[in-house]
C-alpha cells in the first residue's frame, strides 16, 4: 500500500493492516507526517506538530506489536488533538496568542486514554480564538482552509480537525462542539462527526468555553472510526464533574448497516428556515435512502427548535464571559476582535435573561424527549448551506442574506442546548464539488443508534469515499 493509501486508509482498515504486521505503525506515521508538510503550506491545519515524538511513539508501538502486546485498533494510529486538549509538556494555545506560552504539566483525560489505546498524537490541531466561532477563521495563527477548495472555510471552532482528517494528514482527530464545532466542521469538510451526550466524555483538561455547552467529539473519515475512538476514550472520570457515571457500550455494536423497524422524524421546522436548495434536495434524496433500507421516515413537529438559537446565545455568552471576563479585562486588546466581541456581549445579559434562557431550556429538552419518545431518531442536514468563502460575514440562501455565523450554526445548537447526541455525515455534494452534511440526532446516552443509522447510510452510498484532489 503506497502512501497516500496508508493517509486515506480508515482507522479499521489500518488495525487489520497493523495487526497482521502487513504494515508498521513507522510506515503508517511516516507517510502522514509527509503528507502533513507537504499540505500545511496551504491548509494550515496544526498549530503545533509534535514529529519527533510521533516517530518515537510509532517504534514504541512496532515494538510492543511484535513482542505480541497489541493494544487494540487504535494501536499505532494517527490522531490529531484541537488545540485545547491538554497534553503534558505541549504548549496548548486555545488558538490565542493570548495563551501561546501555556503548557500544561498533565494530560486531560482523552488524551490520556488515547495514549492507552496506543493511538500516536501528530500534533495540536488549529481552532478559531477561544473556540468561539463556527468558520475556523483565525487571525493569531492563520486561518483553517478547506481541502476540497483551499478558498473556502473548512469550518470551526475545529476546523483544523476538519481539513486535517478531510485530507488525509490525520486518521483520527478530536474536536469539541459548543454550537455544532464538530458538526459543522464535518459536514462542510465531508467527514463523519460525533458529538456524543453531554457527559458521555470527559471535559478534564481541556479549555472551557461554556461549561453545560461543551462537547467533545471525534472526527473522521467513516462512522466506524467514531465507534473505535469512542470505545477507547468513553466512560466516566471522576475529576469532571459533569461526567455522567452510566454503563458504557461497545459503540461498534449497531453496525450492521440493518436500519429495519427504525423509526425516523423529520421537523418540518428544518425547511421553515432558510436552506439552500442543493442541501435540502441531497437530505431528501438520504431520508429517502434510509426509506428504502426499511426505516420508516415521518414529519414531526418540534416548535422549541425555532428557539432554540436564542436559547443557547444567552447561556453560551453568559457562561463564556464568567469563564474568561478576566482575560477580556486585563488583555482584551489581544484576543481576535471577532471572538472579543462575542466575550464582551456576554457582560450584557441579565440574571433574568440566563434564568429566562434556562427555563426555555429545560421545555426544549422536554420537547425533545417527548418527540424521541415516538421515533428513534430525528434527522435534517447539518448546515443550511456549502462552505463559503473565507471572510464572508453573510451569505446567500434563495433570496434571502443571512448571516454566516447564524447560518452556520442554524442546525446544530439545539442538541447543544439539550445535550443529545447527534453527528453529522457525507450525504452529497453541491454543483461545485463542496460536501454536504445530513444530521442524525438521538436519545440521550443512544450514541448506538445513532452510529446505527450513520452507518447504513454510509454503507448505502459512496460519498465517503470520495477524496479532496489536492
Not at 483538561?205 to 476514550?233: F, K, Q, Y
Not at 426505516?295 to 427548535?305: G, H, L
Not at 417527548?370 to 433570496?399: K, M, N, T, W, Y
Request: glycine share 10%.
Amino acid at each position: 500500500m503506497d502512501a497516500t493509501e496508508l493517509c486515506f486508509a480508515s482507522a479499521g482498515r489500518l488495525a487489520a493492516l497493523i495487526s497482521s504486521r502487513e504494515v508498521s505503525p513507522v510506515e503508517v506515521v511516516q507517510a502522514h507526517l509527509a503528507r502533513i508538510e507537504a499540505l500545511e503550506p496551504t491548509l494550515n491545519s496544526f498549530i503545533t506538530l509534535m514529529p519527533e515524538e510521533a516517530m518515537a511513539a510509532a517504534r514504541r508501538a512496532e515494538e510492543e506489536i511484535q513482542a505480541g502486546r497489541y493494544r487494540g485498533p487504535l494501536h499505532g494510529v494517527p490522531l490529531g488533538l484541537k488545540d485545547l486538549y491538554y497534553v503534558k509538556g505541549v504548549k496548548n494555545t486555545f488558538g490565542s496568542r493570548v495563551f501561546d506560552g501555556f503548557v500544561p504539566d498533565h494530560d486531560c483525560t482523552i488524551a490520556e486514554r488515547f495514549r492507552e489505546a496506543g493511538a500516536v498524537l501528530l500534533g495540536k490541531t488549529n481552532l478559531h480564538p477561544f473556540a468561539f466561532g463556527p468558520t475556523g477563521e483565525n487571525d493569531d495563527y492563520g486561518h483553517m482552509h478547506n481541502p476540497w477548495d483551499p478558498r473556502r472555510i473548512s469550518g470551526g471552532s475545529s476546523g483544523g480537525s476538519g481539513s486535517a482528517a478531510a485530507s488525509g494528514q490525520a486518521t483520527i482527530t478530536m474536536g469539541t462542539d459548543t454550537g455544532g464545532s464538530v458538526r459543522i466542521p464535518s459536514a462542510l469538510c465531508g467527514l463523519a462527526g460525533l458529538k456524543p451526550t453531554f457527559g458521555r466524555l470527559s471535559k478534564y483538561g481541556l479549555n472551557a468555553l461554556s461549561w453545560t455547552l461543551d462537547h467533545p467529539g471525534p472526527m473522521c473519515r467513516t462512522v466506524e472510526d467514531c465507534a473505535l475512538a469512542m470505545n477507547a476514550i468513553a466512560g466516566y472520570d471522576p475529576r469532571d464533574p459533569s461526567s455522567a457515571n452510566v454503563p458504557v457500550p461497545d459503540f461498534t455494536s449497531g453496525l450492521t448497516g440493518d436500519v429495519r423497524g427504525l423509526r425516523v422524524g423529520v421537523p418540518s421546522e428544518y425547511f421553515d428556515v432558510p436552506v439552500d436548495s442543493q442541501v435540502e434536495a441531497a437530505v431528501r434524496l438520504a431520508l429517502n435512502v434510509l426509506g428504502e433500507l426499511g426505516a420508516t421516515v415521518e414529519e414531526v413537529s418540534w416548535p422549541t427548535y425555532l428557539d432554540s438559537a436564542a436559547i443557547s446565545t444567552v447561556i453560551l455568552m453568559g457562561e463564556a464571559t464568567a469563564a474568561h471576563r478576566d482575560t477580556v479585562v486585563t488583555r482584551g486588546a489581544e484576543i481576535y476582535p471577532p471572538a472579543r466581541l462575542r466575550l464582551e456581549a456576554g457582560m450584557f445579559f441579565s440574571a433574568a435573561d440566563f434564568l429566562r434562557a434556562q427555563r426555555g431550556r429545560t421545555l426544549l429538552e422536554q420537547e425533545t424527549a417527548s418527540l424521541l419518545r415516538d421515533v428513534d431518531v430525528l434527522i435534517g442536514p447539518s448546515v443550511p448551506i456549502v462552505a463559503h468563502e473565507i471572510g464572508a460575514a453573510s451569505v446567500q440562501i434563495g433570496d434571502r442574506t443571512v448571516g454566516s455565523v447564524p447560518a452556520l450554526t442554524q442546525y446544530s445548537r439545539a442538541f447543544n442546548v439539550n445535550g443529545y447526541p447527534s453527528m453529522s455525515v457525507p450525504c452529497g455534494f453541491s454543483d461545485d464539488g463542496l460536501p454536504i452534511g445530513l444530521q442524525i440526532a438521538g436519545r440521550p446516552f443512544d450514541e448506538v443508534t445513532v452510529l446505527r443509522v450513520g452507518h447504513a447510510y454510509e454503507r448505502a452510498t459512496d460519498w465517503h469515499t470520495r477524496r479532496p484532489a489536492l
